[in-house]
């Protein structure tokens, strides 16, 4: 069964939909959305990070130096390594654009 639900990124407004089995930023593109910046795409540079507002989700491997423990419980992620498993409220944390 393939689920989808509605990200909504709150900085710029934009909502795009997600399947249960794809990852936010991967979504995102697809639909030629802009919202998250996009970088290395494997959970390594940080550029996609975002703060998980509402929702529920599910993690994949995450660089520890970009999201740590800490960051991770409080609703930190890389969009690039999140699954949704609700409609999802998110805010990137990094500008687009910003230098690496
Ligand atoms: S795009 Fe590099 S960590 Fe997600």
Do not use: N, W
């Not at 959305?33 to 996609?48: N, S, T």
């Not at 800490?70 to 609703?75: E, P, V």
Request: glycine share 10%; net charge positive.
């Amino acid at each position: 069964m393939d689920q989808s639900f509605r990200i909504t990124e709150t900085h710029s407004g934009t909502s795009f939909s997600c399947s249960a089995e794809q990852t936010v930023l991967a979504a995102m593109e697809q639909q030629q959305q802009r919202c998250v910046p996009v970088g290395c795409r494997g959970g390594g540079c940080g550029q996609c990070k975002v703060q998980v507002l509402s929702g529920e989700y599910d993690c994949g491997r995450m660089s520890s130096r970009h999201v740590d423990a800490a960051a991770q419980a409080s609703g930190q992620a890389l969009a690039c390594r999140l699954f949704p498993r609700s409609d999802l409220a998110i805010e990137r944390l990094v500008a687009a654009g910003a230098a690496r």
